[in-house]
């Protein structure tokens, strides 16, 4: 019986860390962090709707490094929108780590954000004047109110920026800004992270350092989905989910990468 039990609880652990479960039956499956069924959303505009999402259901599985790309319009902000519990849906299904997310409050939602979800832009969106370091420490000001500046400085110094602390976002480079900027996504430990286009606004190396980084916080265990309309950027990702007109056009695991590993 005890080494039933112990058998048992090894399965489950090396499930676990391969990101898989197996159910009452038996049936092996994996760990859904995400998990879309149907989901619209439609835009009223002033003189027309706008139906930026059309039934998109989707699993994305916890460790894994996912890639959205399309043309400019396609819905790829929408749908980040939608995983970040910034925008609700018009229609269909949305559960977080198991958790369904339509009908929550305002506030819940604002919970799920805080603690469960980091989020990079384009645009780095720091506050100006304000220092790379309180900049990290803004998201303890959403949460319980206990500012850990230790740990603010520690993932400051983990992105490389560790001589910083007192920089102002103006006296950064495009490139030290988005480190800061994932220092601050990753002050709760989320466990999923969403980036979009966060190269759109760095030159090649820049880009290079934060994709570098993004694949290390992968590795580690985060969740990472990326909107990118950089081609070699989703190279690096180990599944490419592409939209058009709002619906998924494909949706590709790529050969030779394996999520938390991808090269
Ligand atoms: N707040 C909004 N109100 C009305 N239409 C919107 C709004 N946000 C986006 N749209 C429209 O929804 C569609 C998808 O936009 P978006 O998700 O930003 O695309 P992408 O990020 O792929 O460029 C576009 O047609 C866009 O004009
Ligand atoms: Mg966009």
């Not at 069924?37 to 439609?42: L, W």
């Not at 983990?158 to 480190?179: A, E, F, I, T």
Request: aromatic residues 4%; negative net charge.
């Amino acid at each position: 019986m005890a080494s039933r039990k112990k058998t048992a609880l090894s399965l489950a652990r090396s499930l676990a860390a391969s990101r898989k479960t197996v159910n009452e039956e038996g049936e092996v499956g994996i760990v859904a962090i995400i998990e879309l069924n149907g989901i619209d959303k439609t835009y009223q505009g002033n003189a027309q709707e706008v139906r930026a999402l059309r039934e998109i259901t989707l699993k994305l599985e916890a460790g894994d490094f996912v890639a959205v790309v399309g043309p400019s319009g396609c819905g790829k902000t929408t749908l980040m929108n939608v995983l970040g519990c910034l925008d609700q849906p018009t229609g269909g299904s949305y559960k977080l780590n198991g958790q369904e997310t339509s009908g929550l409050s305002d506030d819940e939602l604002a919970e799920i954000r805080n603690k469960q979800i980091g989020f990079v832009f384009q645009s780095f969106n720091l506050l100006p004047r304000t220092t790379a370091l309180e900049n990290v420490m803004l998201p303890y000001l959403y949460s319980d109110g206990s500012v850990n500046t230790e740990r603010a400085e520690q993932l400051l110094r983990r992105v490389g920026l560790g001589d910083r602390l007192k920089s102002w976002p103006n006296q950064l480079s495009g490139g030290q800004q988005q480190r800061v900027a994932i220092a601050r996504a990753l002050a709760n430990n989320p466990a999923l992270v969403l980036a979009d286009e966060p190269t759109g606004q760095l030159d090649t190396q820049a880009s290079g350092e934060i994709l570098s980084l993004l694949k290390e916080l992968n590795r580690e265990g985060t969740t990472i989905v990326i909107v990118t309309h950089d081609l070699d950027v989703a190279a690096h990702a180990r599944r490419v989910i592409t939209l058009k007109d709002g619906a998924i056009l494909s949706d590709e695991v790529q050969q030779g990468l394996q999520g938390g590993e991808s090269a």
